[in-house]
């Protein structure tokens, strides 16, 4: 008999109890839903971390100090030797792989302006500051490098700042605040960047001239980091050695001492990143294949009942000139449309959910082809497999056997 | 010459239950030709059903030859054995065996789907020609459970005609139904006969039996008598006779 008048019939026996092939699918529409909705949140979160992390730039290369064994014990940051100016003279001359480098100095401190006030963190770098931590300036402009000799107090600042002391009427650049009662002469405002993936927002800061930073807020004569951009995103690894050998010499390190400073590259955080969501994502759709599975055992079941409870249709069929192969491939015909009409169901299902949550929750939530590719072959072979027990089982009666069955 | 459509020698069937050995059939010799229509009689546990189930090619004979329309069946392959069954062969059970919450129609074109041969749109005026021919054509899209039990035997009395098969194999056809049905049932098979039709039908009840043209009885696994019915009543005469309010 051909595949039409088989799939014919296995949908006619199919809509002949709707209900219960709504209720058997159902375990396969969870199951590709929750594979598709979980597959598309790991896959979304692991793409803004990624977009989020680059848009500090790719090629982002940051020192900062590093932890000192002595004796085998940790003895924190405090003990590190401290960056000083110094070290970025000596990168800035020594690493061709190297394009730009600034020192950042920061220090968290009240801000005032008029009768408004406002925790914020004040980070001071060099002119290029800005160019290394791919920051724009909206209105306004940046401050110069006799500013940074001079230590002149101005200062850029962040949306968040800004809004919370200005409200939205007055232009905030011109003003002058006071940070640790110290007055600063607003001479730019920056472009919004958000909160990042981890929920801090990049807007609630203040920039200024390294020196200014240094000298006059926080009285100290160290650098917390320093950012450096690597030629190319590809140079980074190059850089990294360039920096680490400028860093040792400028250190004075001995060839057997470790290094007292760490170097940070923005690629390395991307896969750190990366890998963690990817572990989650695989965690995720793991736990929703488990369901699948569960989805399938559950046809198998249906099947299986299906074929008892249809022993005497099945003679009938077979006393009218249905062959064994025949009424294989009718519960086979029958398991696959349960599974691919399920599975149908739950990868629209699962790209719905995949929205809607994305939408709640602001996620960019990405659904992968490849994940409805797979769902759908799955269901497939799901079909199969679930169905092929209890289709052997259904073929393999004997007319009469079945006829008789009571 | 007439057409020998069933012939059937030294059949024997066992069923071996456990350590005994059930003769089913112990040694049965029986020629059916075109156009008549058989009744097997007998007792219970005698054999009649086993005897028509070897016939229908649902099950398999332990020793003996039988050749269906000129074919040995016994070298048959299941396959072939299905293809047979369904070119050739009608069934109508005691209890219609229709599939359920499927239309009168669809129930009759069931057969025609197992044959590669048959096209969507003849399966469908053959369908329609054989539930006329029972006299159901209004009840077309009605499902099993919408028609009463006379009715359902007609739709499967249809399935059974929808292949135009050599021979039609009822076994206690009428047994589930009251008298005035069961003489509707014997009617149309009485028509079906006089246009030609073989039929071999299994019962136990006389008066269902004088409506053949012959009678075969079982006794045992033996065929212990055969006479042929020499004043043939007609079903229809007899339910036109009847009175029209006893309905039992
Ligand atoms: N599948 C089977 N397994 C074992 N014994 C069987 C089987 N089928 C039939 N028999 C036995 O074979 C004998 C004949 O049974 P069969 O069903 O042919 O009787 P029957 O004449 O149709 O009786 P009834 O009028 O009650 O339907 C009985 O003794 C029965 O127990
Ligand atoms: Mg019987």
Redesign the interface.
């Known amino acids: 008999m051909n595949i039409t008048n088989l799939s014919k019939i296995a949908l006619n026996a199919l809509l002949r109890n709707k209900f219960r092939a709504f209720l058997t699918m159902l375990g396969i529409i969870i199951g590709v839903a929750s594979v598709i909705a979980m597959l598309a949140i790991g896959e979304g979160s692991k793409k803004s971390i990624q977009d989020q992390i680059s848009s500090m730039g790719s090629n982002l290369v940051m020192v900062m100090p590093g932890t000192q064994m002595m004796g085998g014990v940790q003895q924190g940051n405090a003990s590190s030797k401290a960056l000083d100016i110094k070290d970025v003279k000596a990168i800035r001359q020594d690493c061709p792989s190297v394009s730009a480098v600034s020192p950042e100095v920061r220090g968290g401190g009240q801000v005032v302006a008029g009768g408004n006030n406002w925790p914020t963190t004040f980070y001071g770098g060099d002119v290029n500051y800005l160019d290394i931590k791919k920051v724009e300036v909206k209105a306004g402009r940046m401050f110069t490098e006799q500013e940074v000799a001079s230590a002149a107090k101005v200062c850029l600042i962040g949306q968040t700042v800004a809004d919370n002391l200005f409200g939205n009427e007055v232009d905030p650049v011109g003003q002058t605040i006071r940070f640790k009662n110290i007055p600063v002469r607003v001479i730019g405002l920056l472009e919004e960047k958000g909160e990042n993936t981890f929920g801090m927002d990049q807007d609630d800061l203040l920039i200024g001239p390294y020196t200014t930073v240094q000298k006059r807020i926080l009285a100290v004569t160290h650098i917390n980091a320093i950012l450096s951009s690597a030629v190319s995103e590809d140079a980074t690894t190059q850089a990294v050695a360039e920096i680490t050998t400028a860093m040792r010499a400028s250190h004075k390190l001995s060839e057997g001492e470790d290094d007292d400073f760490q170097i940070r590259t923005q690629a390395e955080l991307v896969s750190t990143f990366s890998s963690i969501s990817d572990i989650l994502t695989t965690l995720l759709g793991a736990i929703s294949a488990i369901s699948l599975l569960v989805g399938g055992i559950g046809i198998m079941n249906i099947m299986y009942v299906s074929v008892t409870e249809r022993t005497r249709e099945i003679g009938l069929r077979m006393s009218i000139g249905g062959r064994g192969l025949d009424i294989l491939m009718q519960f086979l015909i029958e398991s696959i449309l349960l599974s691919v009409i399920g599975g149908i169901i739950g990868i629209l299902l699962g790209v719905t959910a995949s929205a809607v949550i994305g939408n709640l929750t602001g996620w960019p939530i990405a659904v992968m082809p490849l994940a409805i590719i797979m769902s759908f072959l799955v269901c497939t072979a799901i079909g199969i497999f679930f169905g092929w027990y209890p289709a052997r089982k259904a073929a393999g009666l004997n007319p009469i056997d079945a006829l008789r069955f009571e | 010459m007439v057409r020998n459509i069933i012939s059937v020698s030294s059949l024997k069937k066992d069923f071996i239950v456990g350590e005994v050995t059930v003769h089913a059939l112990r040694s049965v010799n029986l020629n059916i030709t075109e156009g008549e229509f058989v009744a097997i009689m007998g007792t219970s546990g005698s054999g009649k059903s086993t005897m028509l ?1 070897i016939l ?1 090619c ?2 398999k004979p332990t020793e003996g030859t039988y050749l269906l329309d000129g074919i040995d069946v016994s070298t048959l392959s ?2 072939e054995l ?2 047979l ?3 050739k062969l009608g ?1 109508v ?1 005691q209890s219609y ?1 229709l ?4 239309s009168a129609l ?1 129930n009759v074109e ?2 025609l ?4 041969s048959v096209k969507p749109r003849e399966r469908r005026e053959r369908a329609i020609a054989a539930l006329g021919a029972v006299g159901l054509e209004d009840r077309m899209h009605h499902m099993p459970n919408q028609l009463s039990g006379g009715q359902q035997q007609r739709v499967a009395i249809a ?1 059974s005609l929808v ?1 135009d098969p050599v021979v039609i194999l009822a076994d206690e056809a009428t047994g589930n139904l009251d008298t005035r049905t069961s003489y509707e049932i014997m009617a149309l098979f009485q028509e079906l006969n006089a246009k030609g039709k073989t039929i071999v039908f299994v019962t136990h009840e006389p008066e269902i039996a004088g409506f053949t043209t012959r009678n075969v009885h079982f006794r045992d696994g033996n065929i212990i008598k055969e006479n042929l019915v020499t004043n043939r009543g007609s079903a229809r005469e007899m339910i036109n006779a009847m009175p029209m309010e006893v309905d039992s």
């Open positions: 189930n229908g649902l099950d299941k396959n299905a293809r069954r369904n070119l069934f059970f065996n599939l359920p919450r499927t669809e069931l057969p789907f197992y044959n590669d399935r292949n």
